[in-house]
């Protein structure tokens, strides 16, 4: 067999594990592996490279992907899709393994649709995606996020202030939860439900008066009290799924910091972590998962199965269907969220 493979969407540590397991087992199988650059944009206009086992040697460690990243929309572009089996046929490709989030797998699951075979890796340091347990770079993602509250935690501390810590997660707040809880956020919040700042100020002043005089606030960045929209402000520009660029003007951490000083009165900072989440070596469980993931992607190509991707369900990698990754996202559950409140304060 002749595999093409990209990645597309935003970068997570553990993309170059699952190059490399898709490359290893493939010569192990005897098949040949093109990988396409910069997500769809590759497939479009035909950019490739030739992968063997050499060319990907010790790449579990690195973070980033070799094959570059991009958020190119086929649906947007004339002819997107036609490009794309044009590409496929010109190179003799039998199977496209796409790993990405729910946008690059949604185009990836109407090729499909199309007739095309396709096998998808889900990939997000958000971890907010259906189908998959755990997708890998959210554990090296959430290990950030602890080690920089423990790292604000003592100079806010030391300096008797409150710091908000502004967390990736646009729609799902697992990486601010399980950070915050890691870290010992002592309030986190989550864009699965809007939260009331007077409430939050409340907690804070209860916690000052009760002599734990600094504070750690963990919020992702989708977060939202209702009353303070209208200060949160982003580029009016969006990337070419649709989705408003993040961390482009003032996010709600800044505009949460200034809330929570002028109503509570208590010297307040705060951080936004930023793309240093997405960066740097994995963990060894990203390591591990991406290897995983990229080995059952032979796999399921070799099967003939087509609209599957390679998931984690337990501690089993599985073959799950490609329209559950990009049905619906998974969000943080009700009973998680009450677990971490009973820390708060
Ligand atoms: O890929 C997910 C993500 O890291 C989100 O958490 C974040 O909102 C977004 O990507 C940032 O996108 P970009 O890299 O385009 O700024």
């Known amino acids: 067999m002749h595999l093409g493979i990209l990645t597309g969407g935003g970068d997570a540590p553990g993309l170059n594990a699952v190059i490399r397991g898709i490359v290893v087992r493939a010569e192990a199988g005897g098949h040949q592996v093109t990988g396409f650059l910069r997500g769809w944009k590759g497939a479009i206009e035909n950019t490739k490279v030739s992968l063997d086992r050499e060319s990907v040697r010790d790449l579990h460690t690195q973070g980033g992907t070799i094959l570059f990243s991009s958020r190119t929309n086929p649906r947007n572009l004339e002819n997107g899709f036609e490009k794309i089996k044009e590409t496929l046929d010109e190179n003799d490709i039998d199977v496209l393994i796409a790993i990405g989030g729910e946008d690059t797998l949604g185009v990836a699951d109407s090729l499909a649709e199309m007739g095309v075979a396709v096998v998808g890796v889900p990939k997000t340091i958000d971890n907010d995606l259906s189908a998959t347990d755990y997708t890998f770079g959210f554990?090296?993602?959430?290990?950030?996020?602890?080690?920089?509250?423990?790292?604000?935690?003592?100079?806010?501390?030391?300096?008797?202030?409150?710091?908000?810590?502004?967390?990736?997660?646009?729609?799902?707040?697992?990486?601010?939860?399980?950070?915050?809880?890691?870290?010992?956020?002592?309030?986190?919040?989550?864009?699965?439900?809007?939260?009331?700042?007077?409430?939050?100020?409340?907690?804070?002043?209860?916690?000052?008066?009760?002599?734990?005089?600094?504070?750690?606030?963990?919020?992702?960045?989708?977060?939202?009290?209702?009353?303070?929209?209208?200060?949160?402000?982003?580029?009016?520009?969006?990337?070419?799924?649709?989705?408003?660029?993040?961390?482009?003007?003032?996010?709600i951490g800044e505009v949460l910091k200034n809330e929570i000083e002028d109503r509570t009165g208590l010297e307040t900072r705060h951080v936004v972590l930023g793309h240093v989440q997405r960066g740097g070596s994995p963990s060894a469980f990203d390591r591990i998962l991406g290897t995983r993931l990229g080995v059952k992607a032979v796999e399921i190509a070799e099967s003939g199965e087509n609209r599957k991707m390679a998931a984690l369900r337990g501690t089993d990698v599985v073959a799950a269907d490609l329209s559950e990754a990009v049905g619906t996202l998974k969000t943080v559950p009700d009973e998680h969220i009450k677990t971490a409140e009973l820390f708060f304060g």
């Open 139 to 251: 554990d090296t993602a959430i290990n950030y996020v602890m080690n920089s509250l423990d790292k604000l935690k003592t100079t806010a501390r030391s300096h008797e202030r409150v710091m908000v810590v502004e967390i990736m997660g646009r729609h799902a707040g697992w990486m601010a939860l399980y950070g915050g809880m890691a870290g010992g956020a002592h309030v986190i919040l989550t864009p699965e439900n809007e939260f009331d700042t007077d409430k939050i100020c409340a907690i804070l002043k209860k916690r000052y008066e009760d002599g734990r005089r600094y504070a750690l606030v963990a919020v992702a960045e989708g977060a939202i009290d209702p009353g303070l929209a209208r200060h949160v402000y982003h580029s009016a520009e969006k990337d070419s799924f649709g989705h408003v660029q993040l961390g482009t003007g003032i996010g």
